[in-house]
Structure formats: C-alpha cells, structure tokens
C-alpha cells in the first residue's frame, strides 16, 4: 500500500471513485476522509483536493477540486484563488454544508497555484497543480513518431458521418455532442432533435428501479491524440443540463470504461474505440466511455492506454461528476489492458472483467512466438510426427491453431517479422511504407514490434538503434512433457530442439535460439510489462469470464485465466478477489455470451457496492475479500445456461491446455522470461536416453537448459506504480514523495 506523505494517518487506500462514494476526497496519491479529523487538532484546517484526477497530473486547463471546510467555519468566508485571481464564485455548497465543489479552469500550462483562505481567521491551503497539454502527453513519455491521423476516417455509430480532417498534428477535432435512441424494435437510431419523442422511442428501468426514455447523449472528440466516446442516459426535455452538481434521472452513478481487443503496433490513432452504444450497460443506467488508443488492436502499448484512461476519465468526471465506481470492461487485448493497469496505474479501475483473458501482451506473445520455429521443425523433418504428437508438443488444444497462418501473424506483430515479399508485415497499411524501416532502404524508419512501439519504455540498444527486446528461447527444452509423458520419442525430441532456432533482431528465423537483453528482461519486470499481480491488485474485485475456444484454432486458450491465478497467489498468497467463470462458444439462451456478461456485469456491481458501503476501517484488500457476493464464485455454464461450481466438472466440460513454454515445463506462473540454465542431468527425464543421445542433448544445449525451480535472468519485483517514461528507457516514480509500506 502507498499514502501521500501529506496523508500518513490515513488507514485506506482506495480508487477516487469508491472512495468519493464513501465519503472520501482524492488528494494526490492518497485518500483522506474529508472534513474529519486525524489527530487532536482534527477539524480545524482547510483541506482541498482534487477529485477527478491527481494535482500534478491535470489536463486540459480545468479540474474538479474540492474544499472542506472545518465545522466553526461559514462556507461564504472561504476565498478560493487560482494563481492569484479570485475564483470562488466557481464553487457550490455541497448539500450537508461542509464542504465547496467547483470546476477550476483556466489553468495555465505548468505549475499552478490554488489557494484557500478564510477572512479574518488566517487560515490559508495551497495545493500546487501541474496542468498538462490536453494533446498530452503526461507520463507515457516523446509521443510516437510517425503517426497518423484518422479523424477523417472514424465513422461516428448509429448517426454515420466522420470527424472530418485532423485540425492539427496532433489529430484533434472538435468536440461533438450526438444524440441516439433505443427503438422499439430493438436498435439504435439516430436523434437529430431530441425535443422530438419518435413514436417507437422505446423506455428502460435502470437498476436503480428508474424508468426513463432511452435516449442517449453521445460525446465524441480527441484526448491524448486519441478519439475518445463518452455515452450516458440524458433527455434533455426533463434533464438539466449536465454537470458535476447536475446529473441525469437515468444515470445510476456508475462508469463501464470500455477496453478494445487486438495487440498490434500502433504509429495511429485508430478509427474504432471499445464501444461505448452497448444495451447492456446503458440499459441499465451506466455510462461508457471508450477510446481508439484503448483498443489494443490499434496500439498495443499498456502505458499510453492507462494514460489515455486517466485522462478521458478525468474529462468525464469534469463533466458530469464522480462516478460512485469505475468497471473496466473488455476481452483479449481488452483484458490485457484492464490487468496492466489494475497492476500499475491502481485506482483508475475499481473492478475488472477481463473477458478471453490474458494477464499481458508480453507473455501472450512469447509463446505464439513459438509456434512458427516449433511448425517449421516438425512439418520439414525426416521423422514422422502424428498431428496428436505436435499438439502435445505446443500445448495448445488443437495443433491447428500453431499450423495456422494466424500464429504466423502474431509472430509478426511482436518481433516485427520481415518477409520478401512484405518488409512491413507488422505494420498497418495505414502508416506509408516509405516511412516504415527496412533493413536495406530505410534502416531509421518505425519499426512495427512490440518492443519497438514500447521504445519510450525498453530504450534503446546503441548497437542496433532498436529497442531492447525481453523474448528468449535459450535453454528451452520444447516438448519436454510429451517426452516424459511417452508422447513423443527421445529422437523426436532431439531433432526438434536440434533444428527449432529462433528469430533474429528483425523477426526473421534463424538456427540460433531467440536471445534477450538483459537490461530489456529487467525494465519489463521492474516496470511492470509482465503481469505478477503486485501494484494494484490485491485491492480490486476481478471477474475472469471467458467462451471456451481450446478446441478451435483460436489464441484465447483458457490456461491464460488459470496462468494469471497463479500469479495472485504467488504474490498476494490467494486469489480470493479473482473469479473465473466458463461458457461454452455456441451456448445459447441462459448459456449464451450475452448472458453470461449480464450476469458479469450484475456480479461486479454488487460486489463494489458492498465494498462502498463498507465503513469499517478495515484495508481495502480485506474489505475485497470480505464483500464478494455470496455466488461470486468459479463457474461454469452448460450450453444452455446451467451454472456448475464443482471444479472437477467444470475442468472436464471445459479442459484447459497448454501452451509451447508450459509444455516445455515452465511452470503454470509462466512468469519466467529468460530462464536460468543447469547442466544436462539424465534424471531430468523419464524415458531411457543413451548415452548418445545424453551427448547428442548437450551439444543442442552447450551452455544447460532451463532451471525453472529458480526465477529467472534479472527477475525482480515491480519497481512501483504509477511510473513514467520521461524518455526512453528512462524511469522515474511519479509520486515521489509517497510513504512505502
């Protein structure tokens, strides 16, 4: 846990959202009860914090502060400046009397000076403020080098039209309030004037158990180069207009903040966001916000997506005030965001549902890297291999998916991968070739890997010009459990790891095993690029759910859910905050997707409303733990929808595989991204090897193979939260002067 050192007596540590719902006040990194007291002088100070994001990470020239004030004290004798102006006519009463809201705008770029005082008592309160470029960036560091603007191209939903062209180079447009409403027949239909009631205008009771019409006031605009949404109930023929003191009968005070799929490398703004026109939430009274770098599929970058999150979120909550939570919502590289940030960025999600989950981009591309090396071995060798015998050496749950094309283009998307006839394989047919690398006729151009989008973090090798890369294969023994398990013979085993090679700086296959960077290995774990559930975690409630596809040739295999379990308990000592909940992927009625998501999404909100109304002065994680609904529990669902909690059944409807690193014997973790090496033992394998093919074994292996009862080559603890990148590979702390337990 980590407080403001301005905050030391404070017992809690919670996100803004849960905390402003309890009664609480973000001040900088920390929370504070507002307007009681910590010590015997309680109650006698002015207190100001900001509420819709932290002091020194404003943006866009405003924030939402507030003041308390002590009980002896009249509200129309505090004096609020902003670097020296008078702004206290910005400020409104909350309705008990204690305290002052206002939307501070105005702030200059930099350094800000807010002050308040009481007349004729000499109290005074300062709290600085650091106003950041609306355009950003804040903490993600030198913002990404070539990049294409597609305001022209995003097409707005349900009323179609695009943003026209960028009006600057940093892609922004101006800010458009659109209105739709649910039909009677089901769909979304555009609202040009919302003072018109259609005839099929249809209603919605939210979960509150309010009936409104179900007209939806859609924003759209650029945050931070990326095109963001923001939807919520409004109709404006019978609701103010909105504001932090003005809210909507139809919204419940609760954010879905919505994560896109994908992992590919970014050098765009994208033309799709998460989604935010999704029945199920607006429906039931929630607003959605979304952007295009929050879709993992346009820029597969943990950073830029927190700090886009960070500063939509603060946008919104300038608009129509603080949200009792926050939910994060989104699968595959969705679920990816909502993890990494739950780790690193805690307190802008207050409960996650990671849908077809992964626990990062990192280690989901590491082994899918495998999967071409592993094809090419066993697909060109003399010896014969049944498809059974390939399966069980990558793991997967059918051999299909790593003899597809598409574990191919995953390839390519991590390691950049070249090939003749397509130089730019990695990279969208949006960025102009000529301004994209190629070995040969443009060695300076953007490199589209995983590392190379992530440049600000990983910095760069000076030999090479490139980011440094955490992938390794050295010392990996690729089919070593269908070895012992009898499913493959010692010569196959041999021949595979003698001829599997790895891949080179540009992607390319070579005879030599993939080889790390040391210093590359320990920024990704210091930093946070592999999930270990440390940061943030042990303090938000999480709802894994996923479609059981192990049986398709599809990457979202279920192991991932059970891979990120494994590293809650190694780090936290459980996972009582972690459910996991299965369905099938042709369920239907109770059994389908939607279905289950309704029940997801019912799950998560009682579960942080528990943790709202919870007032002890227990932690946070305990108060997690403590406030799971009674059925929040691991599940699974037939094809029509029956729900099963006995594990044992669960496993055996919907077995979870493997993958090239666990078959390798990795263990479930899978948190080891190079492994430390041990000498050739014989003991190490269940079937007889002569003494050839101990010999044989250790010229593949000169150097030993992987030790997985170490951790591995520079593997260390998360570094801290809420870290920056102020250039590449350069880190810094962000509160620096935070209390660390």
Same mark, same amino acid.
């Given at each position: 846990m980590t407080v403001n050192s301005q905050c030391r007596q404070s017992r809690t540590y919670l996100s803004a959202s849960i905390a402003v719902a309890a009664g609480f006040a973000l001040a900088g990194s920390c929370l504070v009860f507002a307007g009681d007291k910590h010590?015997?002088?309680? /109650?006698?100070? &002015?207190?100001?914090? +900001?509420?819709? +994001?932290?002091?020194?990470?404003? #943006?866009g020239g405003d924030v939402l502060v507030k003041v308390d004030v002590p009980r002896n !004290? #009249?509200?129309?004798?505090? =004096?609020? $400046?902003l670097n020296g102006r008078n702004i206290s006519t910005a400020f409104r009463a909350d309705a008990a009397g204690r305290s002052l809201t206002g939307l501070v705008t105005g702030l200059k770029l930099g350094k800000n000076s807010l002050e308040a005082s009481v007349?004729?008592? /000499?109290?005074? $309160? =300062?709290?600085? &403020? +650091?106003?950041?470029?609306i355009t950003g960036p804040i903490f993600s560091g030198p913002q990404q080098q070539p990049f294409i603007c597609q305001t022209q191209s995003f097409t707005l939903p349900v009323t179609g039209g695009t943003l026209g062209p960028p009006l600057d180079a940093d892609c922004s447009t101006l800010t458009r309030v659109d209105y739709v409403y649910r039909s009677t027949d089901g769909t979304f239909k555009p609202l040009p004037d919302p003072r018109v009631t259609p005839a099929d205008l249809a209603q919605t009771t939210t979960n509150e158990g309010r009936t409104v019409q179900y007209i939806v006031r859609i924003e759209t605009g650029t945050i931070n180069r990326a095109i963001y949404q923001l939807a919520i109930l409004h109709d404006p023929k019978v609701d103010p207009a909105l504001s932090p003191w003005t809210r909507s009968a139809g919204w419940n005070s609760r954010l879905v903040y919505s994560f896109g799929g994908g992992c590919a490398p970014g050098y765009r703004q994208g033309t799709t966001t998460g989604g935010v026109l999704n029945n199920l939430w607006l429906s039931k009274g929630y607003a959605a916000a979304a952007s295009s770098l929050n879709v993992f599929g346009n820029n597969c970058h943990d950073v830029i997506s927190a700090e886009t999150t960070m500063m939509v979120k603060e946008h919104f909550i300038e608009q129509y005030g603080v949200p009792r939570y926050t939910i994060g919502w989104g699968a595959s590289g969705g679920s990816m965001q909502q993890h990494l940030l739950t780790q690193n960025y805690p307190g802008l999600l207050d409960g996650i549902t990671p849908g077809l989950s992964f626990p990062d981009a990192l280690t989901f591309l590491i082994p899918i890297s495998d999967c071409q090396p592993i094809a090419r071995a066993v697909n060109t060798s003399t010896l014969p291999w049944s498809t059974d015998q390939k399966k069980a050496v990558a793991g997967w749950g059918t051999w299909d998916f790593c003899n597809a094309t598409g574990s191919g283009d995953w390839a390519v998307r991590v390691l950049g991968l070249l090939k003749p006839d397509a130089p730019v394989a990695g990279c969208n047919t949006t960025v102009p070739p000529a301004l994209l690398y190629d070995p040969v006729n443009n060695p300076t151009g953007a490199r589209c890997t995983f590392f190379d989008n992530a440049v600000n973090i990983f910095g760069v090798d000076p030999k090479t010009g490139f980011a440094l890369r955490a992938i390794d294969s050295v010392g990996v023994q690729y089919g070593l459990q269908a070895l012992n398990a009898g499913k493959i013979s010692a010569e196959q085993f041999l021949d595979l790891n003698e001829r599997v090679g790895g891949y080179d700086v540009d992607g390319n296959m070579v005879a030599s095993r993939t080889l790390a960077d040391r210093k590359g290995l320990r920024i990704a774990y210091e930093t946070g690029r592999l999930d270990s559930g440390d940061g943030g975690f042990n303090t938000v409630p999480i709802i894994d759910f996923r479609?059981?596809?192990?049986?398709?040739?599809?990457?979202?295999?279920? !192991? =991932?859910?059970?891979i990120m379990r494994a590293r809650l308990i190694a780090t936290n000592g459980h996972a009582d905050n972690q459910i996991i909940l299965v369905s099938s992927l042709v369920g239907t009625g109770a059994g389908s997707s939607n279905a289950i998501a309704a029940e997801v999404l019912r799950l998560i909100d009682q579960w942080l409303a528990n943790i709202a109304n919870d007032a002890s002065e227990s932690s946070t994680a305990a108060k997690v733990v403590r406030n799971k609904p009674q059925d929040a529990v691991d599940a699974c669902y037939t094809v029509t929808g029956q729900k099963i909690t006995d594990t044992a059944s669960c496993r055996q409807l919907y077995p979870p595989h493997s993958n090239p690193r666990l078959a390798a014997g990795q263990p479930l973790a899978q948190d080891i991204l190079k492994c430390r090496l041990k000498a050739v033992d014989p003991a190490d394998y269940t079937a007889s090897l002569t003494a050839a093919q101990i010999a044989r074994l250790k010229r593949i292996f000169p150097d030993g193979v992987c030790d997985? #009862?170490?951790? /591995?080559v520079e593997q260390h603890d998360l570094r801290d939260t809420w870290l920056g990148y102020p250039r590449p590979g350069g880190i810094e702390v962000l509160d620096k002067d935070r209390d660390r337990d």
């Open positions: 010590d015997d002088d309680k /109650g006698k100070d &002015l207190r100001i914090s +900001t509420l819709s +994001t932290k002091p020194d990470l404003v #943006s !004290v #009249s509200l129309q004798s505090v =004096r609020v $400046e007349r004729d008592h /000499g109290r005074l $309160e =300062r709290l600085v &403020l +650091t106003n950041h470029p479609t059981y596809r192990d049986d398709v040739s599809d990457p979202h295999d279920s !192991v =991932r859910s059970h997985y #009862s170490r951790p /591995g």
